[in-house]
């Protein structure tokens, strides 16, 4: 089995900065992509940012240019750097990742529990 733990969640205020963390363990013998995600109230979960093991990073047009996602490999865990919040952000917060398991490198998607974002007008 494999657990994503976030952290970093809280409330904030207009135009200010919070740093999201999750960090995966367990039967891990490889990750691909890792992301987070995000569910408003009333609405479905969208995409915000993902990183790949190698390659470019991807963001939501709507993050662009004020969210930051990073990755450190040796620790197996993904953060987001979140800068100039806005209201329109509040959302529970969900990492993901996509892990080949051990001992068969079965791969599968996991998810945190989610970790909640307010950003106050």
């Known amino acids: 089995q494999v657990q994503l733990v976030e952290s970093g969640g809280g409330l904030v205020q207009h135009g200010g900065s919070l740093r999201l963390s999750c960090a995966a363990s367990g039967a891990i013998f490889s990750i691909s992509a890792m992301g987070w995600y995000r569910q408003a109230p009333g609405k479905q979960r969208e995409l915000v940012a993902t990183?790949?093991?190698?390659?470019?990073?991807n963001y939501a047009d709507s993050v662009k240019d004020r969210f930051t996602i990073s990755r450190d490999n040796a620790k197996n865990t993904v953060y987001l750097q979140m800068n100039s919040l806005k209201p329109e952000d509040t959302a529970v917060y969900y990492c993901n990742a996509v892990v080949a398991t051990r001992p068969t490198t079965r791969i599968y998607t996991y998810w945190g529990q989610g970790t909640q974002v307010t950003v106050s007008s």
């Open positions: 990183v790949p093991s190698g390659g470019s990073t």
